[in-house]
């Protein structure tokens, strides 16, 4: 019984800890990451903006439409349980696009797409994040996983539904 009432302890102290720790860091986060993707300019700008089609290449996402906002194209994401809001902000084909998105009582913030030709068949992508974390375990979460996690995940599963990986760029 001692040795279930230890555990439990150390449990909630680490628990405690982390959410402290992620108390303490600050609630604004930009982070950026860029790499060269397999793939046209045009090919890759057309896989970021088809939202409905997302789906086949970032994994675990689901996307629903949602009404426009002030005439901005908006849809729901949804990665594991946490429903995300995505919002058009600026879209310039095929060199730009900036996407709001919220997740109430989580964080809220943009996603910056900026895409230039390196090649017939590569394109530098760097995709910004510049977002509020509101939740602390949130910020612990980041704090573990490095700040640009996001970024690279997206950019990695993008690279690879053309068949290839990403080659970051420094």
Sequence with gaps: MRRLLAIVLVVIVLIVAAWGIGYMQPLDHT??????????????????ADVQDQPTWRKGLSVSPAR???????WQETAGKLPIMMCVEVSTAPRLREVGLSSPGNFRGTWIYQLDAVSPTQTRL????????????????????????????VVKQLSESFGGEPRPVK
């Excluded at 426009?68 to 908006?74: A, E, L, M, T």
């Design 68 to 74: 426009s906002v002030n005439g901005r194209p908006c």
């Design 31 to 48: 982070a950026s990451y860029t790499a060269i993707v397999p793939a046209s300019q045009s090919a890759v700008w057309e896989r970021i």
């Design 126 to 153: 760097q995709m910004t994040e510049t977002v509020i974390i509101q939740h602390p375990s949130w910020r612990f979460f980041m704090l573990l996983v490095g700040p640009n996690y996001l970024s690279r995940q």
